[in-house]
């Protein structure tokens, strides 16, 4: 079983950056995907970027393409940490972001689908405002 959990929640000024991370934990990490979510209050949630295993291809959702960035380090078998950083942040960003463990899809880019995950991490809050 996939464990995750999130670090790394603030308050950020519009226009600042902010780095998550995700902590990854279980067997068949060398299949799993890992994706990040984010969730506003009202809103569903929606997916935003995911890394592959392995290869650390990654995708990224046209909201947050070249404002965002993963990287992945895959330190043991059983454990990786994932992190998502964010720039040029805006109040419209402002959601408790997940990650979340992915195994393999048919297309890539079903990575951020909420349909797609195995397991989810508990969420951080990341609030944009002045």
């Known amino acids: 079983q996939v464990q995750l959990v999130e670090s790394g929640a603030g308050l950020v000024q519009p226009g600042g950056s902010l780095r998550l991370s995700c902590a990854v934990s279980g067997d068949g990490l060398d299949q799993l995907a890992i994706a990040w979510f984010r969730q506003a209050p009202g809103k569903e949630r929606e997916g935003l970027a995911c890394i592959s295993a392995n290869e650390h291809r990654t995708y990224y959702v046209e909201s947050v393409k070249g404002r965002f960035a993963m990287s992945r380090d895959d330190a043991k078998s059983t454990e990786s940490t994932v992190t998502l950083q964010m720039n040029d942040l805006q109040p419209d960003d402002t959601a408790v972001y997940y990650c979340?463990?992915?195994?393999?899809?048919?297309?890539?880019?079903?990575?951020?689908?909420?349909?797609?995950?195995?397991?989810w991490g508990q969420g951080t809050q990341v609030t944009v405002s002045s």
């Open positions: 979340a463990a992915v195994p393999p899809t048919m297309l890539f880019s079903r990575c951020v689908l909420p349909g797609s995950v195995e397991a």
